[in-house]
């Protein structure tokens, strides 16, 4: 038996609507001690077969209120979850209520009656509702205020504390859809500093990114009552209704104050430096498995690679032959980055495994007498050994069964070659070269800047 049934009379309802100040206390509102759920979200959702339902069943669900309309960026819609902590599921419901903030608090337990309304998924997200129709196709839509109390009722627990779940973008499921989650070392991307959050009168996505490159859509209502500040310019963390439309998932957040962004930008996802140069180019007489390129970082400070590229010029080719996209490594400050056309060999021969392996014929391949170029993300030439357009054999650029050894006191790269910032040993090269093969992993020093 039902005791305590909620009402919400059409003068309450008049009365919200018409208060300017939002401080007031909330009503006081009767609740319900002795319903029971009979059902869960996952078995409500799995009723769902492409196309829209109605319930007619006597099932009840429960959950705990996680979305608030008082700052107006959530309008119409209640969003509850299954547990405040560690949720498995979240829904919606849609109902035509204002200020419903003021009747179904955040972290309020509430069962919603199922029987009569409509069950529908739209752009990959479950709802619950009344019906719409538009051009002769039907939709959850908003459950109207009159009715709202035949299927929603408020439990006499008092609101817990929601504990958002803490997850990064990579990791989000679609059954976190309709939770609160929190995510970390989030930012505005660069392109969007400095924008309102919202557009007026118009619902407005920005995109957020993680120091990984991760992105994720906020989206803001131009109704919110926090539309016309300006996006946070630092790093931070974010509570928010994770939603989804189709493939792509979006956070929805309750107020301003669940942003807090004040900690430092990530470092910029593509960076330049004249202190990154290739240190060591080895062509083992005894070993072509052993060969390896070695780069160097003078700087004293990490810089990523993403988007720097190593290319060859085979031979005497003025065309790039081949190359490595370096994105996904970065050089520590003060380190050495070792490329392998053979790690596995590389590790036998030298003791330890390359940081990172490659294809053979590649420019970490090189048999001695090509010309090699380090290329930031910009397009940019950063280093160089050799000249393009000219075979390496007899030059004062050829390495062939031997070593090329960047001197110790090169702390910058150079774009052009110069010979004297070089130490080379080889079989047949040019005068200033040394004539004398090397053999490994004797000869060669790779992961050390002499």
Same mark, same amino acid.
């Not at 300017?20 to 759920?37: G, M, N, V, Y």
């Not at 118009?202 to 995109?207: A, H, K, W």
């Not at 900690?263 to 593509?270: G, H, T």
């Given at each position: 038996?039902? %005791?305590?049934?909620?009402?919400?009379?059409?003068?309450?309802?008049?009365?919200?609507?018409?208060?300017?100040?939002?401080?007031?206390?909330?009503?006081?509102?009767?609740?319900?001690?002795?319903?029971?759920?009979?059902?869960?979200?996952?078995?409500?959702?799995?009723?769902?077969?492409?196309?829209?339902?109605?319930?007619?069943?006597?099932?009840?669900?429960?959950?705990?209120?996680?979305?608030?309309?008082?700052? *107006?960026?959530?309008? *119409?819609?209640?969003?509850?979850?299954?547990?405040?902590?560690?949720?498995?599921?979240?829904?919606?419901?849609?109902?035509?209520?204002?200020?419903?903030?003021?009747?179904?608090?955040? $972290?309020?337990?509430?069962?919603?009656?199922? %029987?009569?309304?409509?069950?529908?998924?739209?752009?990959?997200?479950? %709802?619950?509702?009344?019906?719409?129709?538009?051009? $002769?196709?039907?939709?959850?839509?908003?459950?109207?205020?009159?009715?709202? =109390?035949?299927?929603?009722?408020?439990?006499?627990?008092?609101?817990?504390?929601?504990? /958002?779940?803490?997850?990064?973008?990579?990791?989000?499921?679609?059954?976190?859809?309709?939770?609160?989650?929190? @995510?970390?070392?989030?930012?505005?991307?660069?392109?969007?500093?400095?924008?309102?959050?919202?557009?007026?009168?118009?619902?407005?996505?920005?995109?957020?990114?993680?120091?990984?490159?991760?992105?994720?859509?906020?989206?803001?209502?131009?109704?919110?009552?926090?539309?016309?500040?300006?996006?946070?310019?630092?790093?931070?963390?974010?509570?928010?209704?994770?939603?989804?439309?189709?493939?792509?998932? %979006?956070?929805?957040?309750?107020?301003?104050?669940?942003?807090?962004?004040?900690?430092?930008?990530?470092?910029?996802?593509?960076?330049?430096?004249?202190?990154?140069?290739?240190?060591?180019?080895?062509?083992?007489?005894?070993?072509?498995?052993?060969?390896?390129?070695?780069?160097?970082?003078? =700087?004293?400070?990490?810089?990523?690679?993403?988007?720097?590229?190593?290319?060859?010029?085979?031979?005497?080719?003025?065309?790039? =032959?081949?190359?490595?996209?370096?994105?996904?490594?970065?050089?520590?400050?003060?380190?050495?980055?070792?490329?392998?056309?053979?790690?596995?060999?590389?590790?036998?021969?030298?003791?330890?495994?390359?940081?990172?392996?490659?294809?053979?014929?590649?420019?970490?391949?090189?048999? *001695?007498?090509?010309?090699?170029?380090?290329?930031?993300?910009?397009?940019?030439?950063?280093?160089?050994? *050799?000249?393009?357009?000219?075979?390496? =054999?007899?030059?004062?650029?050829?390495?062939?069964?031997?070593?090329?050894?960047?001197?110790?006191? @090169?702390?910058?790269?150079? /774009?052009?070659?110069?010979?004297?910032?070089?130490?080379?040993?080889?079989?047949?090269?040019?005068?200033?070269?040394?004539?004398?093969?090397?053999?490994?992993?004797?000869?060669?020093?790779?992961? @050390?800047?002499?």
């Amino acid at each position: 038996m039902i %005791k305590n049934k909620i009402h919400i009379p059409l003068f309450c309802l008049i009365l919200v609507s018409c208060v300017k100040d939002k401080t007031f206390d909330a009503p006081e509102l009767s609740c319900i001690i002795d319903l029971q759920a009979n059902t869960t979200f996952s078995n409500i959702k799995n009723l769902y077969v492409d196309e829209l339902i109605q319930i007619h069943e006597d099932l009840i669900i429960e959950g705990y209120v996680i979305s608030s309309d008082k700052a *107006g960026n959530i309008f *119409g819609t209640l969003h509850i979850q299954d547990s405040p902590i560690n949720p498995t599921e979240g829904f919606q419901i849609e109902i035509d209520v204002r200020d419903s903030y003021l009747f179904y608090q955040v $972290g309020s337990k509430i069962f919603i009656k199922l %029987k009569g309304l409509y069950l529908g998924q739209s752009k990959g997200v479950f %709802k619950v509702g009344g019906v719409f129709t538009a051009f $002769g196709n039907e939709s959850v839509g908003r459950l109207p205020s009159s009715i709202v =109390s035949q299927h929603i009722f408020l439990s006499c627990d008092e609101p817990v504390n929601v504990k /958002p779940k803490l997850v990064k973008i990579e990791d989000l499921q679609d059954n976190m859809v309709n939770t609160l989650v929190e @995510i970390d070392d989030l930012e505005v991307i660069e392109e969007e500093r400095g924008f309102p959050y919202a557009d007026p009168e118009e619902e407005t996505e920005r995109t957020l990114k993680d120091c990984d490159g991760n992105e994720i859509v906020m989206v803001n209502s131009g109704y919110s009552d926090f539309r016309a500040e300006i996006l946070p310019d630092e790093n931070g963390t974010i509570q928010a209704v994770l939603t989804k439309e189709n493939d792509e998932f %979006k956070l929805i957040v309750r107020k301003i104050q669940d942003i807090i962004f004040d900690s430092e930008r990530c470092p910029p996802d593509k960076v330049t430096s004249n202190q990154l140069f290739i240190s060591e180019l080895a062509d083992p007489n005894n070993n072509t498995g052993a060969r390896f390129v070695e780069l160097f970082n003078a =700087s004293n400070q990490d810089i990523s690679l993403k988007g720097w590229v190593f290319r060859r010029y085979t031979n005497a080719n003025a065309e790039i =032959s081949s190359t490595i996209d370096l994105s996904g490594y970065s050089v520590m400050a003060g380190n050495t980055f070792v490329i392998s056309p053979n790690a596995m060999e590389f590790e036998t021969v030298y003791g330890f495994a390359p940081d990172m392996g490659v294809s053979t014929n590649s420019p970490a391949d090189s048999n *001695g007498d090509d010309n090699l170029e380090l290329v930031d993300p910009f397009g940019v030439i950063i280093d160089a050994f *050799g000249i393009v357009g000219e075979d390496g =054999s007899g030059t004062n650029h050829e390495f062939e069964d031997g070593r090329a050894l960047r001197n110790s006191l @090169i702390l910058e790269a150079n /774009p052009n070659y110069t010979f004297s910032e070089w130490t080379i040993f080889n079989d047949t090269g040019d005068s200033g070269t040394t004539n004398l093969p090397q053999n490994a992993p004797d000869d060669f020093t790779p992961g @050390i800047r002499n």
